[in-house]
Structure formats: C-alpha cells, structure tokens
C-alpha cells in the first residue's frame, strides 16, 4: 500500500473506463474512486474495475487524504474548474486532450500547478504507443538527421461530431505526437488551415493544416471524416534518414528509409545551380514490443509524481498543442496564416 | 495521304520522342518533320521514327505546306513565341505543359487561336489516361454524385529540378487532372500554398496546395520531392460514392467505393445536433483497357482539328492550371489565401 | 424461458469460454452450467459469463433435465466418451473440431446421434464469417460458375504444438470451409500430403496437402509454423468468375475477380491446338456485415434443433474433414496419394 | 576486336531478340551473326541490333572462325542437335531453358562440353537478377542459417500453351532459383507433383510441386495458369532468418525477417515435449541495383569461357532442372512421389 500512489477517476463515459482499467492493472496504483454525477454509470463502471467506491461529488474525492492523484475524463470545457479545484487541494491531475477549452484557461492551470508543485500532466496517449516512443528515440539519437518534414495523413469514414469540428476531434493525435517527437517540442512559426464542410453540416469535415516549423521545416495534417479509405500514415522527412509509420499495417509498422536528396559536400550554390542527386539505400523496419499505450502512460504518471519532475507529456505539451489548435481555428476564419502565441519555453 | 495530317515535333529534348513516336504510329497522322536548333538532337530522334527531315528553322517548317500543326515540346518560356508564330502562319498547335510562363501570355495565345480559327490543344497527358477517362466518366454519368472533395497526393523521391519548384514541377498533373473532371474546369474561388525547402536549395521541395471549390467542395494536392516511398493517389469524394485511383496498384488502379456519410431525408438542423451516421456499401473496380495514353492524345488533336471543335484538353484549359500556379506562387510568397484571376468562361 | 434451449459447456480451457460468452448472450440459450474437472477453472468462467452452475460431473450435467444441449470443447481424445454418453442421455450435441480422433468414431457418433434423433452438431467456426457464408452463397447463385480450383494459404509464426502436426492444427480449417463451400461437400478422389519438420520436432510443421476433387478440379492448402509473414488467403477460382478472400485485408476481405480464361465457343480439340484466350473484367467486393461467427453458430445450433434439421456443419461435415485429414496422414507415411474412405451420402 | 568475343544468336523468335540486344551492349561481346531458318525473321532482328550478318545455316555459322560461342534460343527439342554440332566444332554453347527435351540427352551434352573443353551453360535468366544474386549472397554468408523451408508461388492469368503444361512453362524458373541459392544445388530425395485441367486443355493448368530436400527441408513450388491475381512470391525459410522476395513490390522486393522459432538450448527431447518458442526481431530490406539480368548473364558467360571456368549457371544447373521436371512428371502420371535420377556430382 506505502508504495502506490491512490488515485480516482473523474468521469466514466467514453474514455474514463480505460484509465480505470489501467490504473487497476498497474503496481503502481490503487485506484481508489469513480467519480461521476451519473451514479449508475459510475457504479457500472466500479464493478468492472475491482468495485472502488463511487461518488458523485468531486469535493468528496478532492477531501481523501488517500487519493494522490485525479484522472479528468470529462468535457473539454470543465477541464479547467476541475483540474482548479484539485491542484487547490494539492492534488496532482491528469487531464485528458484537449487540456482545456482555450489556451488561455490552459496556462492558468500550468502555472497554478507549478506553483502548487503538483504534477499536471496530459494524456496525450499516442505518445505512449511503441511506435511513437521508437519514433521519438531515433530522432533523438540523431538517426534521422535534421528533421526536415513532417505529414500525417488521418483519415477513414468518421462520424461528424456534433460540437467539434475534424481539426478539433482528429488533429490533436498528429499534433500531440509531433511534440513528443520534435527536440524542443511543436514551435510552429506560423499556421495555415483550410477546410471544407461539403455537406453543410455547419463545421470542417475535411481538414488540411500546415505548419512552418522552425529551421524552414513544415509539418502538415490531413484530418478527413468523409474518407472511405481509412489512411494512418506518418512520415519523418529527416536529412539522412526518412521514417514511416503505418499504423494499420502491423506486420512492418514502422520503416526506416535510408534514402534521401544527398547534399555532401555541395555548396549552396552548386545546389541552386545543378540538380540534387539522391542515393538509395536498405530499409530497415525495427521490431516493436506489444505493449497498451496507456500502461506506460500510467506508469509515466506515477513516476513523475514520485520523481517531482515533469511528465513526458506535461502541461505545456497540451498547451502548446491547444495553442496550434487555436491558431488553425484562427486561420480558417481569416483565410490566411496565422502565428500561435508563445507557450513559454517549450520543453 | 489525302486522309493523314501533317506534323512537325518541335524540340527533339526530353519529351519531343514520345510525341514523334505516337505521331508516327497514328493513323492519323504524318510525321513531317523533326525541328530543333541542336540539329545532332533532331538526327538521332529522325532515325528512330521513321526518318523524316530536320531542320533547325522554325520558319522553315512554319513555310512548309504539308505541315498542318506543330508540337511545342520546348522549354515552357519559348513557347509564346513558337505558338503565336505557327498561329500567325495558320498552323494548328499542340503545346507542352505548362501552356506558357506567365498567365498572360498563355491567353494571348487562346485569343490569337481563337481569331485565327486553328486549334490551340494542351498536352495534359494525363487526362488521357484510362483510370482519368474513366474517372470523368463516371463522375459526367452521376455515379459519384455531387463532388466534395479531391485529394492527390504525389511524392516520391525526385530530382531537385534546377528551374522551377516542386508545384511548377508535379501539381501541374494533379490540376490538369482536376480540370478534366471536375464538372465546368477548375475553376478555385481562393488558393493557399505552402511549401517547405528544408535544404535550402533555393525552391520549395515539399508543397501543399488547397482550393476552396464552388459548393463547399475543397481541393487539395501534396507533392513532394523529399519523399523516399512512392505514392500516386488521387481520391475524389462524391455525395454518392467515392473513387480512389492509385496508380501504383496495377492489379487494381480505381476503385469506386459505395461508402459514405449518409444525409438521406435529414434536415440541415437535424445534421448540425445529431450524428451524421454513414453506410458501407460494396466496392467496385472497373477493368481499365491497355492504352497508351499519348495515342488518345494525338488522336483527340487530330479529330479536333478535323472536326473544327475545341480538343479536350484545349488551351482554356491550360490556362486554367496556369493560373491556379500563378495564385499557388502568389499564396507562397504573401503567406495567404489567393484568388486566380478568372480565365472566362470556364469549358 | 420456454423460448429457450438449455446448454452446458463442457470444458473450460482454450476455447470453452467462447462458447460460453456467446450461448449467454444468444437470446436462444440459457447457460446452465459449466462442467470440467478442474472446478477453479469452471468458477472462474462461470464467474464471467452469469454465474451459471459449475460442477466436475458429467453424469450430474446429463441428469439435469433443463439441459437440452451440451458443448464439448475438451482435448478431441474425450470427444467419443462425451458425446456418446449425451446421446444416450437424448441431449443434442455440438463438438468443437475435430469431430474425434479417428474417422471410425466420428462415423458411430454421427450414426448413434441419427439413431437417437438427437442433433449433432460440430463447431467449424470459420463457415458462421460472413466471408465463408458469402463465398458459399455466390457459388450456390453459381455466381462463380464450376469450380476449378480451391487454393489455401494459412501461414504465420505459430507455437509448435505438443501433441498434433500442422495438418491436424490448421488444416481443419482450410478443409472445413471447402466443404462448406463446394456443392455436396468435400469428396476428394485422391489425398497427397507433403510435409517437412526441418527443426526435428518429431511432427512436420511445414506441410502441403493436395486434393484430386470430382470433375479435375484441385484442391489445396500451405500450412505451416515457420513464416514469418502472416498469410490468409483462400482463393476459389470458378469458370466464370474467381473469388479471393484475404483475410488480413479489412477494408478488401472479398474480391470477385471477372477474369478468366475465355473457352467460349472452343471445342476440345481447338482448346488443345491454339491458346486459350482470357479476358479481363472488372472486381467487385461485395460489403460486409460485422458480426461475431459464433453467435451465428450458437443460433444455427438453436434453429437445428428446434426444426429437427440436420445443422449446416453437421457431423458428417466434421467426418468428411476428418477423413481428409487421416487420408492425409496416410499420404505422408507412404508417399504417394490415398483415397479417403467414403462418408457415406455428402450432405 | 581483340578483346571480345564473337557470338552469334540461333533462333530470332521469342527470346533471342533479347539476347541478340544484350550481346550487342556488351562491352565483352561481338554479335557477328543472326542465324534462323527464317531468314525475314533474322533480318528484322538483325537491323535492330547493329546489322550483324544473317544466315539460314548453322553450319556457316559453326564454320565461321570469328565466332567463339552460339546462343541457342530455338524449341526445346532441337536443343540437342544443335548443340552436339556447335560442341564438336569446337564452339562454346549458351542454352536456352530447358537444357534439352530429356535428361538423358542433357546429360551427353554435358558430357560432350567437358570432353571438348568447351563451355556449356545454361540461360537461367532469374538467376543474375539482384534480388537472386542477393538471396544467393545472404544464404552463402550464412545470414539465414541452414535453410528449412523454401516455397514459390508464380501465378497469374496466363495463355494455356499449346506444347507444354503448366509445371513446363513456369517451374523452370522456380526449380533454376532453387537450384542457385541452395548450397550444393537442388537435388531432391523425392518428388511430388499433383496437377489439374479443369477446363479440360489436355494438360495440367494448375500445378503444385513438392520436394523432399536433403536435411528434412521442404521445397515447394506452385504454379497456375489461371489465377486472376498475379502473385511472385519466394520464401527462403532458414534456422536464423527467413528471406521474402515479393518481385511485384518494386519498394520492397526482399524483406529479411529476424523471426524463426527459437530452439537455443532446447535438447531434441525438449522440442518434443514443449511448445518451440519464437522471436519478433527487425525487418531489413536490403536497396537493389538496377540492372538488367540479361546484362549480368552474358557478362559471366564470357568470363567462364576466358577464364576456362565452369559459369555459374552450367549444364549440370540445366540437368538438374530437368532431372525434377522429369520426376515430376513421372509423379503426375504415377500419382506417387519419385526419385530424380542423379545428375551425378552436384556442383
């Protein structure tokens, strides 16, 4: 018991049942609670999780000295009040994507967490996939060279969401694994967005988001409900390297291309002036654990919590995240490219 | 004889021989002559395709009775001159892509071949490709409805082309393609680019390019030069069905999905509170005929000129794609949403 | 409850608790009990699917009159004491494959079940895929046409198992389905089995299987433990059409391929003198419906009984498989081709 | 003139053009003379490769000093007498697949080059193409360990021959790969072939051909005229890595998979008793040069002749082809496995 940390579940709808499941399974946990004004979701809810108690009341959770720790599984825009009222209360929180309704909320709740010096961290879920993880660790071990590009394709039949548009329900998954993936995290210069709601169902069904990425990179997302196809493709341009991950293609998820435009020992006006050559090379495609994202996701959050340092995927990642988000939203309304605001110092 | 067209191929460089082969083997056709200023150029192609004169003067062909149109296969900045020359001396003309270097002068020329009653045709070979003939028929037959979006996507590993930049280089194909099959040309209400050139070759490598069709619908076309896997596809989302060619799936280049979001007897209230629910349907694949698709090309010329009526692929339709280029270039450099300077009316 | 069957599982290892998840929640079932010797392992399914009953006894389960049904899923040694001893008791009866562990007592159960005028019923699960009962449809409209050629590939890394070879692990499934599939059932004239075990486990783990089939047709499957690509892919080529079912590809599971060689008008003697000719047509894949295999079975199991009809995969389907697969064994030890030993009437 | 080799090509149908165009391009080669029975036939090929001399007989070829070597590409059954004539006039032979209409008269071919110190060698093109000398390489190099398991499947539509059967038409190719890679060459204990003629054609459509190789190994090969899909599909299935050679997948033509069973420390005993584990390692995709087989082939073939070497594709390569065709089709007729007569020492 000394070792685990307590934690409850704020939330039982969609997405609340496969946190309590992990929390449960994990050594690292007890889960404690579900907490949810619909009792009998929670109680439906408890019993498939080793039957924790069941509360409606938030103020109930946040008065447990055996709760550490809070899981936020509800609507976007009571991220914000809930995540407050726990960090008042010294509690550390992790909250689901969005991290709140607007990037201005959201940097109130980072700064409350930091100086209450509780861990706030953001369950950015994709980050915790092996793909992403070994995706992340070859950039950083520089075996992709500079990264030159970025382009993420996510598109398949959806259903149009009643309250959000595609950028706002598909796009934070390529958005969030950019940052994880990016050394210094998503630091778009600037973003352009175009959409179209062919169907006139009063929001962007199918998305086209660019992003000029510091150092003449660019990032790009194509989020698509209408798609008959469904398409997950993610693509690491890098200068000596190129990775692509096909998450429906679980035989050779991902593929390391040594191929690329050679620029050794060409100067900058040799390469204006006569045509880039390129090289071919092996493929090389890494063997990849079985393991559910959440499980380390999870573990992350304990060990954060116990190390009293930042989560991989902390505050500021699901602000600078929320911050392009805003910008695209930004730029779909002006037609033209827009700047989103500083986060502070990206990680 | 009497039943056969004359024809001088302009420019014996990189695509002149595929023209003079296809001239050559038309029924249609009489390969006159072979004109280009590097006479050893113009030789060596001569011999390959049956031996008809060179010659380095334009004049010399243009004084020529028995020539009845000239091929432009030249660099895109000589073409002005060419085309409005051979107009001027009553010669039916076929030009290369793109039609001219800048949008003026491309209409200048549809203007001068209007007045002087000769056919003034575009080779987008692509349009006369099975897979795109197929694709604007079902499209002009209903079969895929009203269309929503298009999405094409080009990227392979390419040569950094000294002159130009990768959307002069590959998009010209994904517009002229757009402008074969979308009902009435491509005719975008706003264009927005953004291109990357993370090597600092002096022109982007990495593009996308965004058009806001009439009726909502959007178009959209990445092309890249950075990319190390191959892939050539092209979806147009219908409100009935939807089609994806890949061209790299010779076992199966289109298929026709009768898959989508389903609006049947649904208010735009009753869209905008519930769920959009979608329907899977069967897929179909038609069986394309092996054809080369510069022998529709040369045929179609033929016909028109024959027929007195504009080609297919006339030089409006030329203008169309060119002037979509000029407002991606505009895009690029202002960072914002360009709307083409209308080309009259569209086909 | 007088609108449902009663049934008891027997057997809670490996694939018992399928069976049990699905009877439970097939409105058509009651789930009484589950009966297996290790009673830990009975109360922990039961605990999963209801808490019906558990008990050690067979007898205890023949004795209770609420049950109308049992579902034996222990190791296929036990399958002929347990399913004589429920015939005898006037319980119907479904055993998981194979039928038994020789042709001889499959043959005495078929006939006990017959003479009692109790339903026997054998779990080949693959025939309840929508896929297989799509395949076995078109050929029934004779969609297809004759068949010429059934070929089956059903490779991936798997554990080499204790007791069986890879004929007696896979192949019960490739041969379930072509007696689904092929009218009156699979009756091959002639047996051939190659097999290899390269890693000397003592049992071939690499094995092919040839089928000499009424009319010249062939029938054969690629089974095998050592790929380390995965493969399902079952091909019936028909003299019309040619039907492939790739079960790896969700968004393509069914292909009807138009295409075949072209005999139209030829007479035997002009077939043997000149090429045949083929064409080519286009490929339709028909759509889906999502729906668990068992539950199909479990209701096909119900329907049997209540209408007093034989059930689609009846005991003499599990008798022609597992004559195959001993006419198969025959092969292997003597190396050359045997003559399965008739069945009786194909169903 | 002194540095090359004069050759002349014997048959201008099928093939021999193809040959006659890479003798031309060879730096190594001199292509001195056209040789067929029908003489526009020859005349015709020869005015597309550089106009060599034309001629209806051999024996003014085989009396001609300036030609070292002829390239047989006539029927399978002149195959003999015209190289017995070219071996006795002291010319080195290239022979077209298969070596000869029969084993035994293979066998006096190669009998009759050795006795004469000429080169025989036989045209197994698929063996100089880069994934070939690749896979050759790897196994030589012991990457994929002792080789368990190989299996090939070569299917598509195809024109049902007039002459031969499926098993004649295709296998060659399959049989000739085997043969190269396999350290010692192929030479099977036993072989089983079962075919079919479903359409009634007179000869087996649809063929399967297993091998019992030395070492408990399996090889299998599967060919079929009348598959509406086109598969090329070669597994190398070894103790340390399995090789997959999928030539219609131009990106990713050989996958070198680090999977296999594990039987590290395990005692025969142990493999019996217990399940084999296996291992998930990393996929490596090795880049290919691009080069025409044919380019490589009569490179070596004039090395062999300089270097008084036996080529790496001799006559005892043909024999053994032509020893398991043979064997095959005793076993077709037969419906039992047989035995390939030796071929005497394998290379």
Redesign the interface.
Known sequence: MSNTLGVAVVGAGYWGPNLARNFQHSEHWRLEAICDLDLGRAQALASRVGSPRVTPSLDDVLADPAIDAIAVATPARTHYDIAMAAIAAGKNVLVEKPLADTAERGRAMVQAADAAGVTLMIDHTFCYTQAVLKTHDLIEAGELG????I?SVRIN?G????DVDVFWDLAPHDLSIMDFILPGGLAPL?V?A??????????A??G?L?M?LP????G?A?V???????IRQF?V?G?RK?L?WDDLNP??RISV?????D?AAKT?EE????????R????????LKEREALTGMVEEFAAAIREGRRPRTDGDAGLRVLSVLEAARASLAS???HVPELVGEPA
Chains 1, 2, 3, 4 share one sequence.
């Open positions: 500079e990264i030159l590009y382009d039949l259903l149009v969401q009643p600037a352009t175009t959409g179209a709601d062919p169907l006139d169902t009063g929001r069904c199918v086209y660019s000029n150092g003449g990179a660019v790009h194509h698509n409900w209408l798609s008959p196809t469904k693509v341009g200068s190129t692509v035989q050779q291309y040594d191929r690329g435009v620029l900058l390469r204006t002036r006569v045509n880039v050559s390129y071919i090379g092996d493929t090389w495609s890494p063997a037609g033209r490219a």
